[in-house]
Nanobody, 127 residues
Framework: QVQLVESGGGLVQAGGSLRLSCVASGRTFSRYVMGWFRQAPGKEREFVAAISWSGGSTDYADSVKGRFTISRDNAVYAVYLEMNNLKPEDTAVYYC????????????????????WGQGTQVTVSS
């Protein structure tokens, strides 16, 4: 069992920045592909970014490419999402998730393929 705990959300003005953190329990963290997803009110949960177990491969949704950066530190069981030039449409609850399948590559953007989820952290961007 893996537990994920996100932090770093908050209220920021458009154009501002936030850094989300997700800390995992369990020594197998380094074997997992990790992802960030978000869900706005009335909308489905959507893919934001993912990173391979080694950190050598990343994937981004088109809507955040060039503004967001995902990274990880396996030594401290953490994954991060650096968010710059935030826009009001980035407002959502952001979730950290783990794909425990064991692939060394990012398999999918489908949230149903991720096994473990954090509780979410709210990001609100004002215009």
């Amino acid at each position: 069992q893996v537990q994920l705990v996100e932090s770093g959300g908050g209220l920021v003005q458009a154009g501002g920045s936030l850094r989300l953190s997700c800390v995992a329990s369990g020594r197998t963290f380094s074997r997992y592909v990790m992802g960030w997803f978000r869900q706005a009110p009335g909308k489905e949960r959507e893919f934001v970014a993912a990173i391979s177990w080694s950190g050598g491969s990343t994937d981004y949704a088109d809507s955040v490419k060039g503004r967001f950066t995902i990274s990880r530190d396996n030594a401290v069981y953490a994954v991060y999402l650096e968010m710059n030039n935030l826009k009001p449409e980035d407002t959502a609850v952001y979730y950290c998730a783990a794909d425990s399948y064991g692939s060394i590559r990012i398999r999918t953007r489908n949230p149903t393929s991720y096994d473990y989820w954090g509780q979410g952290t709210q990001v609100t961007v004002s215009s």
